[in-house]
């Protein structure tokens, strides 16, 4: 078990978190306020309008959900509590099988967490806030689906951390980037957060990349790992239903029972 010192991150995220996040985006106070909400699943109700829900296929085994934060995906509390919600349901749904998750917005998959969030905030508000992500991530990390990110623009920080939520990602070419730039925002990388991305780099990169916080083009981001595949724009949601029909061709039960082995170590981490 990692030890964290609790009282360290307490007042990191008192005294200081709020203003490094608005320093860092030159903002104020500018949450921004209510989105579209767009689902055609039954039995998909997130209760907020933040996620689109598609399905894919007439068997309704693939799913394809588009995160849809204007403008640049920054998970605020309620898409957090949403993409939560959505991904137990579809969990709960024997029918589905496989899940891709890519966003509404041309240039960007997410800008990670909502940093206008954060300004202003008490201590357990802020607290309150990150813990709607780890619990959106963790749903994510430990589903029963397969999970392909198609990363369709920039993935930074906790966007960054959502694709590598997924089992697979595909990343389109282009002028994006994609990176873990926590050190550089100036949050302390959380050991959940860490423990991730070693699992998905290996240990050695995944240091360099998150004490780095460098932003890497889809090519540097392959060679890191941080992605599996780069492929041009149009073909992103093609090549990730590929990916996806043959992870779920494997049979489901040793399959989720395998994921489950693999990534609940992975759970006793926190800050
Ligand atoms: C000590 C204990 C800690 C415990 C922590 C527990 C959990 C932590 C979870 C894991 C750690 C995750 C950390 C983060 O995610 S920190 C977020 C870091 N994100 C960024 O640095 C991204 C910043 N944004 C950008 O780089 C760019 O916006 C872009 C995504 C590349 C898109 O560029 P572009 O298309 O040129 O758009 P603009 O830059 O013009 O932005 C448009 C408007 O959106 C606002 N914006 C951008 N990012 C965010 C954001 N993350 N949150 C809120 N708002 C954001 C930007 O200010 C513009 O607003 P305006 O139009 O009103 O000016």
Redesign the pocket.
Known sequence: MVKVNVDM?SS??RAV?PRL?CR??K?GN?CNGRYLYGCNKRWVSSGSDLVQVEQDDSDNEIVVLKMNVK??N??TAEFNNAMTKLIKDLDADEQSKGLILTSTLP??FS??????ALHGKSYDEIKEY?ST??TMAHTLFTSRLATVAAING?A????C?IALCCEYRVMAEGKF?NGL??VI?G????AW?SAYTVYALGTNTAEKVILSGKKHTPREALQVGLVDQVVPPDDLIQVSKNILSDLIKVGDYPRRLSKERLRKELLMFS?
Not at 111 to 116: E, K, N, R
Not at 156 to 159: E, L, M, R, V
């Open positions: 991150a990191f995220i978190l996040a860092h985006l903002i500018n403008p640049v920054a998970c240039n960007v800008a990670g967490l909502q940093l206008t990150f992500f780890q920039h930074i920080a906790g966007g951390v980037h730039n926590e925002v949050i302390p990388m959380p957060v800050l």
